[in-house]
C-alpha cells in the first residue's frame, strides 16, 4: 500500500494469552501527542473503558511504560495517536512496530472535512450505518490480497503525490504526466485494514480526527448523528481481535462405517472428513460453534490436489463440517488440506498428513467381472485339450493282419 504525501503513524495493537473483551486480551496502551487532548477522545476511549480494557496512557517521548521489555509484550493492545510527532521515544521505531506483526500483533492507524458514506453490505462494518465525517490522507491500495478496505474514497474525490496543495494544480501536474501519481473514486482508501498470515491485524485510518469527540458528535444532516461512534466501534472491535474471529477446534478422518481415525488408507476407500468451527463472541468471551460458512472446502493433495470437494455445514450441529468422498486409485503420501482466506476473517488453515497404500496381496477380489472373456478362453482351451486327448488314447489306429497261408500272385 502507497501513503500519499506523508506517512501514516500507526495505533499499534498486538495480542498477549490473556482472555479478554478481545480474544487477544484487555490491557491498552494510549500514546497521545501532547498536542491533543484526552478530552477531544473521550467518548471512542470511553467506549474501550466500558467494554472492559484498562487504558494507560503516555507521552510518545516517555520512556515508560514500555511497549516491549526484555523482548516480551507489556500490553495487549497499543493505541498510538501521534499525528504530529517527529521523535519518539527509543522503544518506538519502524522496526519495533513491524516485528511486533511478527508475534501476532494486532495494529491500528489513525492519520479537508467531507462525509463519507459507509459500505452497505460489510462483514465488518454494521448495517446500514450513517456517513461518517473524515478529515485526513487517502490511501492508494495495491494488489495485496491481505489488505481489507473498510472505507473507501467518494467518486468525486481525487489525490496526487504533486509538491502543491491546490487541486488543479494537482492536476494540471498530473496531466503533464499522462494521469501518472494522480489516483481517483474508489482506487482511494480512508480506512484501510490488514491481516498478517499470522492472523495479526492492522488498520490505517487517514485521519485521527475521525476519533474525536467533535466529528462523533457533528451532525450529516439536520438531526442525524454521524456514523463516526459505531464506525470507531466496529474497526476497533475488528482490529483488537474481537470481531470475525474464527478457529479450527478439531478434525476428524474415518473410514466409513467406522469412527476411529486409520493409521493408513487404501485406494478406493469411502473415507469421512470432519472438522468443528467456533466463532468469538465478545460479549460474553466464550468461543461458541459457527455453521455459517457456506464456501469452505476440502482438499486431497499429494504436492498438487487429487481431490478438491465442498466441505458443508451439517444442519442441526452446530460448527460441524463433514463429507465423504472415495480415496484416488494412487498411493503415496496424502494430507487432508483445510486453507480458508476471506478479506477481514481469521485464516483457518489445517493439514492433516495420512499415506494412501494399495491392496495387500489377499485384499484384492478374487474374480475381476472385466476378466471373464480370458477366464472363458482359458477354461474353453483346456476344455479341448482334454477333449483332444481323450479322442487320441481311445482311438484305434493298429493294420489290419495278413494271412500266413495266402499265397502270393
Do not use: C
Not at 500514546?31 to 473503558?49: N, R
Not at 473524515?134 to 472505507?151: A, C, R, T
Not at 467406522?258 to 460474553?284: G, H, W
Amino acid at each position: 500500500m502507497r501513503f500519499l504525501r506523508k506517512l501514516l503513524l500507526p495505533v499499534l495493537a498486538f495480542a498477549n494469552l490473556a482472555w479478554a473483551r478481545s480474544s487477544t486480551g484487555d490491557s491498552v496502551l494510549v500514546v497521545l501527542d501532547p498536542s491533543l487532548k484526552k478530552d477531544d477522545f473521550s467518548i471512542f476511549l470511553g467506549d474501550l473503558a466500558n467494554k472492559g480494557y484498562k487504558l494507560t496512557f503516555r507521552s510518545p517521548k516517555d520512556a515508560s511504560p514500555e511497549i516491549i521489555k526484555d523482548d516480551v509484550a507489556q500490553f495487549a493492545h497499543v493505541i498510538m495517536f501521534a499525528p504530529e510527532t517527529k521523535t519518539f521515544a527509543g522503544d518506538i521505531t519502524p522496526q519495533s512496530l513491524v516485528s511486533l506483526l511478527n508475534k501476532k500483533t494486532n495494529r491500528d492507524t489513525p492519520v479537508t472535512v467531507i462525509p463519507v458514506e459507509p459500505p452497505r453490505a460489510h462483514h465488518i462494518i454494521s448495517y446500514n450505518l450513517q456517513p461518517v465525517w473524515f478529515s485526513g490522507v487517502p490511501q492508494s491500495l495495491g494488489n495485496n490480497p491481505m489488505l481489507v478496505p473498510l472505507l473507501k474514497a467518494p467518486p468525486q474525490a481525487f489525490a496526487s503525490d504533486a509538491d502543491g496543495d491546490s487541486g488543479a494544480d494537482a492536476l494540471v501536474e498530473a496531466a503533464d504526466k499522462s494521469g501518472e501519481g494522480l489516483w481517483a473514486g474508489s482506487s482511494l482508501s480512508l480506512v484501510t485494514g490488514f491481516q498478517a498470515l499470522s492472523n495479526a491485524r492492522a488498520t490505517w485510518v487517514g485521519g485521527v480526527q475521525m476519533f474525536s469527540d467533535e466529528f462523533i458528535k457533528k451532525e450529516v444532516a439536520k438531526g442525524v448523528q454521524s456514523g463516526n461512534r459505531q464506525f470507531a466501534r466496529d474497526v476497533a472491535a475488528w482490529t483488537f481481535q474481537e470481531s470475525q474471529v474464527l478457529r479450527i477446534d478439531t478434525v476428524e478422518h474415518h473410514r466409513v462405517n467406522e469412527t476411529l481415525p486409520a493409521q493408513t488408507y487404501t485406494i478406493n476407500d469411502r473415507v469421512t472428513f470432519t472438522t468443528y468451527i467456533s466463532k468469538y463472541d465478545p460479549e460474553v468471551d466464550v468461543w461458541e460453534p459457527y455453521s455459517g460458512l457456506n464456501d469452505l472446502q476440502l482438499e486431497f493433495t499429494m504436492l498438487d490436489p487429487h481431490i478438491r470437494t465442498a466441505l458443508p455445514p451439517i444442519p442441526g450441529e452446530p460448527g460441524k463440517y463433514s463429507v465423504t468422498f472415495r480415496v484416488p486409485d494412487r498411493h503415496g503420501v496424502f494430507k487432508f488440506v483445510v486453507d480458508y482466506k476471506r478479506k477481514g476473517t481469521t485464516y483457518l488453515t489445517s493439514s492433516t498428513v495420512v499415506p494412501v497404500v494399495p491392496p495387500r496381496h489377499d485384499g484384492y477380489p478374487r474374480f475381476l467381472s472385466a476378466a471373464w472373456p480370458y477366464y472363458a478362453g482359458a477354461f474353453s482351451t483346456s476344455a479341448a485339450f482334454m477333449l483332444f486327448v481323450a479322442l487320441w488314447l481311445a482311438g484305434d489306429d493298429r493294420e489290419p493282419k495278413k494271412n500266413k497261408g495266402a499265397k502270393a500272385e
